[in-house]
């Protein structure tokens, strides 16, 4: 399972260098804004994801509007860029979907109600 810290610190990351690569890959004038947005989105979504669990839902829907904004302009820059774009929405999607998932109570652990470690010292 991957920790919600891992995955908000790696939407913010991969949200950051799609808006690098918005600039830095060959594509069309169209698909340079919907990437460096998409890209500005998704780094503020995983930030305040840190601080509410809802926020990660925005860069969900930014990934999908990467994917499908790349596929529908697909005609203005190289094939490679087409599928980094993909690659990097489908990363972003993972780590916003898969990192929400939480832990059955039955698999935790219950910590002890002494805060001594439980034993009475008798």
Not at 59 to 69: D, E, G, M, N, P
Not at 84 to 92: N, P, Q, T
């Amino acid at each position: 399972m991957i920790s919600p810290l891992l995955a908000r610190t790696a939407n913010a990351v991969l949200g950051f260098w799609l808006f690098l690569s918005a600039v830095l890959l060959p594509r069309s004038l169209e698909r340079m804004v919907h990437v460096g947005f998409a890209g500005t989105v998704i780094v503020g979504a995983a930030l305040a994801a840190f601080y509410t669990e809802r926020a990660r839902y925005v860069s969900v829907l930014a990934a999908l509007w990467v994917a499908v904004s790349t596929l529908v302009l697909a005609r203005g820059g190289a094939r490679w860029t087409t599928l980094h774009d993909l690659a990097v929405a489908g990363f972003v999607l993972i780590f916003g979907v898969v990192a929400g998932q939480h832990v059955p109570s039955s698999a935790r652990t219950r910590p002890s109600s002494r805060p001594w470690g439980g034993r009475s010292g008798r």
